[in-house]
């Protein structure tokens, strides 16, 4: 999104003042990571006067995560209008090229980050995806935990005065474009995969057991599938091997444990499969580039 400062605008003691009548929307950067040394990401919070904007396509992937206040707000992506009341961690996502016209009904502070097209298609190969088949489409108020999780942690970086970590940039990024891939992306499958009746089994199986020692091969059996060509299927299907998706669903269920603030570490790694909270960590780490500990800060 190409930001321009309006100059009819004013923030004055935490109030915006408007002059001349207009409804444009203006911007303040409050934290940004530009100078630092960030690949294939930025990100960068600002705060806003409310009114209206409208943007061209933009040349990379955008994820605006809201973070103040809840506000009235409408977003028109290429003829799709959604009204929506936007509370903090609800979610928008412009693919590059697609043009966008946000209104607020009043000042409001947002997380814009920047997905480059080279991380998408990189991660993209690294699943098993062909980048040249991939569809992605605007999203409107996401409720993602995931992506919020990633998001949050994003923000604390811009926000740090301290020296950026590289590497856990990085591992956000990865994290974030994983997750926009696996649950926003359309891609022709390269080949035939498992069947719906058997991808809805095996998935409910995963998500009623994840306290179990799932292998393999109870998986295959409740597809109805040998092991080794469940293998295969499963990962057609779903871009990743079986050992990661499950991971990833502990992962998951895990964090949205963390949002109730009233079970200790140790108890969340147990009720959501892992051998124990330093097991939990180490996967936490792969999956979301951050450890547990931190995340529950975030709800303090």
């Not at 408007?18 to 630092?36: C, I, K, Y």
């Not at 997905?115 to 991939?134: C, N």
Request: glycine share 6%.
């Amino acid at each position: 999104m190409s930001v321009v400062y309006n100059q009819r605008m004013e923030a004055m003691d935490g109030k915006w003042i408007r002059h001349m009548g207009t409804s444009e929307m203006a911007f303040l950067v409050r934290a940004s990571s530009s100078g630092r040394t960030w690949h294939d990401i930025d990100a960068t919070l600002f705060d806003t006067s409310g009114g209206t904007v409208s943007c061209p396509g933009a040349p990379t992937h955008f994820i605006a995560m809201h973070v103040g206040a809840p506000i009235k707000a409408t977003r028109r992506y290429d003829g799709m209008t959604h009204k929506q009341l936007q509370t903090p961690g609800d979610i928008d996502l412009a693919p590059a090229g697609w043009p966008t016209t946000w209104e607020d009904s009043g000042p409001s502070t947002f997380l814009r980050i920047d997905l480059s097209p080279v991380i998408v298609r990189a991660t993209a190969e690294s699943m098993g995806i062909d980048p040249d088949k991939l569809e992605l489409t605007p999203q409107l108020q996401i409720k993602d935990p995931v992506m919020q999780h990633i998001a949050w942690a994003l923000k604390l970086e811009v926000e740090s005065t301290e020296p950026s970590d590289r590497l856990c940039a990085e591992s956000l990024a990865s994290a974030l474009t994983t997750q926009l891939l696996r649950k926003y992306a359309r891609s022709s499958a390269p080949s035939r995969g498992l069947t719906k009746r058997q991808w809805q089994v095996v998935a409910d199986y995963i998500n009623d057991n994840l306290t179990l020692d799932l292998s393999l091969a109870d998986l295959a059996t409740v597809a109805g599938l040998g092991t080794s060509t469940f293998k295969v299927l499963f990962k057609r299907s779903v871009g990743v091997p079986v050992h990661k998706y499950v991971v990833r669903r502990r992962v998951e269920h895990a964090m949205n444990l963390l949002g109730t603030r009233s079970t200790n570490l140790n108890e969340i790694a147990l009720r959501s499969g892992f051998v124990d909270e330093s097991h939990m960590a180490r996967c936490f780490r792969r999956v979301v580039g951050m450890t547990p500990a931190a995340i529950a800060r975030q709800y303090r």
